[in-house]
């Protein structure tokens, strides 16, 4: 049976991106392989808004964001946390060993431009970390006004995640000064997951360069030596690189702007359908995510059996609130290939089932 997810991740596949995994497996040191790397890193760089080259790596995001932390940590990080993902960035710092302060704000709270000045301004850090979008709580940090920020900072490596937003909207890395862009396969991109994609700029492989201890799988200087000659360091999944390149055939198909639109409207019919039934945000005003919406169950609806009727009766599912928040909240995801029509089909469905 085919549930089709509306779950903030793992996201719907098409099956366009299905049969374009099961293509013949090629050597991945041969000629084809870097042929079909060199083939989609022009539109990985025209998505990144980067000169810079985009790597490849066989891993969830986290493996990226674990290695942002152990190649640019030199003195010390800042976290910023605000819902489950950023906040576990914290954890995982200090499981790396280095020296690490979170800057906290409540779950469904943004972080402020401010709140990060104020912090940098104690002096000490040399990179930080941001979630653009924290996919647990639909909270949609304000992302050009921070870059603003970073940049009275230069010592301070920017690594910002955009797993849930990345090819939503535009996040141009280079004019942001954003020295590490992260983003995973499963969510906005709409393939199944196992590769993250990522860039680096020039100074943060500059200060790769003299951190001890980078190991060797997400080493970014590794990443850039390779990706010179069209290659990764270890093994790629190759059919999820296939998968990426017929992705990215859709995308500037449909177009990147038309694509960015389509999220936007989207999400406001999500957002319209919640509040004409008398449900809240979770995320303040301004601040809410464009590619999910996080609900407040202010109605205190039973949402684990709804989700089940829903799921039962029209094999679609969306997401019933993510750990503290599981119940208090839920989540609809309008990423990937949706249309008006198939929100709206979900819509119906949640609709027709809302009442047990
Ligand atoms: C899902 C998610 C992650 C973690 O991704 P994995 O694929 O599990 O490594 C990180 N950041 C954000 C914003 C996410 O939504």
Not at 52 to 63: D, E, H, I, K, N
Not at 102 to 122: N, S, Y
Not at 158 to 173: G, K, L, N, R
Not at 279 to 284: I, K, L, Q, R
Request: charged share 25%; glycine share 8%; with cysteine.
């Amino acid at each position: 049976m085919h549930i089709k997810l509306f779950i903030p991740g793992p996201i719907e596949v098409s099956e366009k991106t299905y049969r374009a995994m099961g293509e013949p497996m090629i050597g991945h040191r041969s000629g084809d392989f870097k042929a079909l790397y060199a083939s989609i890193q022009p539109r990985l760089q025209t998505l990144f808004g980067t000169t810079r080259p985009v790597f490849l790596s066989t891993s969830s995001a986290w493996g990226v964001m674990e290695g942002s932390i152990r190649n640019l940590v030199g003195k010390k990080v800042l976290n910023c946390m605000c819902g489950a993902f950023s906040d576990k960035w914290l954890d995982v710092s200090k499981r790396c060993g280095v020296a690490a302060e979170g800057l906290q704000v409540e779950w469904g709270q943004p972080i402020l431009p401010g709140q990060i000045e104020k912090a940098l301004a104690q002096g000490g850090f040399d990179a930080l970390t941001l979630i653009h979008n924290e996919t647990s709580c639909g909270v949609r940090n304000p992302l050009p006004e921070i870059a603003a920020v970073m940049k009275k900072f230069p010592e301070v490596m920017f690594v910002v995640d955009t797993v849930s937003s990345f090819s939503t909207e535009p996040i141009p890395m280079d004019d942001l000064g954003i020295d590490v862009l992260l983003t995973g396969s499963q969510k906005a991109l709409a393939l199944p997951p196992g590769l993250a994609v990522f860039a680096v700029s020039e100074r943060a492989l500059d200060r790769a360069r003299t951190i001890e201890g980078r190991g060797y799988y997400f080493d970014f200087v590794e990443f850039a030596k390779n990706q010179a000659e069209d290659m990764t360091p270890s093994t790629p999944v190759i059919p999820l690189i296939y998968a990426l390149r017929s992705k990215l055939d859709d995308i500037f198909a449909e177009g990147v702007e038309v694509r960015h639109a389509r999220h936007a409207k989207l999400n406001a019919i999500v957002h319209d359908w919640a509040r004409a039934r008398g449900f809240e945000f979770f995320a303040p005003e301004g601040y809410s995510s464009l590619s999910l919406t996080c609900v407040k169950n202010n109605r205190e609806v039973d949402v684990a059996a709804w989700i089940k009727r829903l799921r039962e009766k029209h094999h679609m599912v969306i997401d019933g609130g993510y750990g503290k928040l599981k119940g208090q909240t839920f989540r609809i995801s309008n990423m990937g290939d949706e249309t008006e029509e198939t929100v709206g089909l979900l819509l119906g469905a949640l609709d027709d089932t809302l009442e047990g």
